[in-house]
């Protein structure tokens, strides 16, 4: 069974730089894509980028500037960094892996892929504040 | 960009039938997946594709999508089903598609 096990520090700064890491535990280093999604307090899920087998990344636009995500496949570990923290990226951040699967859709007439998030870590919990 | 659209809330009586609905454009081109989430825990995957539940998940749960929109359907709902559920699927407006997620429903069962 694979597990994801995250960390890295939980109380920052305004200003400071979120370094978080997370490893796959349990089962070979497999998944189309490894994404990075946060959750401020009472609020819904946020993706904020993910990154490929190839190293190819994507990122939410709202957070493009300030986010860098990486992979060591040596290490079997993906991190996330975001920069110029502020109060609002207060948040649970959450690690996880997807697959994909090749799919016909009735509506295009088409075969395409489509992508779940089939593996999460526990969260971790980053409070920024003076 | 491309929005999933959910309904807040609903409720279900203990042992009946719930629907929960994701809407949006990029439906017609991408499945949707469906995320459980019990208050202080991490999301766990419900469905995904039309109608897959990865193992150790209720055949309660159940899915299915027509058009641009999406449905997780609870059959017999039981007291531990209450929870938030989210969908994700691809924005099919940007390039690379991205990811995106509905707002939640929160389900109560009663």
């Known amino acids: 069974q694979v597990q994801l096990h995250q960390w890295g520090a939980g109380l920052l700064e305004p200003s400071e730089t979120l370094s978080l890491s997370c490893t796959v535990y349990?089962?070979?280093?497999?998944?189309?894509?490894w994404s990075w999604i946060r959750q401020a307090p009472g609020k819904g899920l946020e993706w904020i980028g993910e990154i490929n087998h190839s190293r190819n990344t994507n990122y939410n636009p709202s957070l493009k500037s300030r986010v860098t995500v990486s992979l060591d496949t040596s290490k079997k570990q993906f991190s996330l960094k975001v920069t110029s923290l502020i109060a609002a990226d207060t948040a649970v951040y959450y690690c996880a892996t997807s697959a994909r699967q090749w799919a016909y859709y009735q509506d295009s007439g088409k075969y395409d892929w489509y992508y779940y998030m089939d593996v999460w870590g526990n969260g971790t919990t980053v409070t920024v504040s003076s | 960009s491309s929005e999933l659209t959910q309904d807040p809330a609903v409720s279900v009586a203990l042992g009946r039938t719930v629907r929960i609905t994701c809407q949006g454009d990029?439906?017609?081109?991408?499945?949707a997946s469906w995320y459980q989430q019990k208050p202080g825990q991490a999301p766990v995957l419900v469905l995904y594709?039309?109608?897959n539940r990865p193992s150790g998940i209720p055949d309660r749960f159940s899915g299915s999508s027509s058009g641009n929109t999406a449905s997780l359907t609870i059959t017999g709902a039981q007291a531990e089903d209450e929870a938030d559920y989210y969908c994700n699927s691809r924005d099919s407006t940007t390039d690379p598609p991205l990811v995106v997620f509905g707002g939640g429903t929160k389900v109560t069962v009663l």
């Open positions: 990029s439906l017609r081109s991408y499945y």
């Open positions: 594709g039309t109608d």
């Open positions: 349990g089962g070979s280093f497999t998944g189309y894509f």
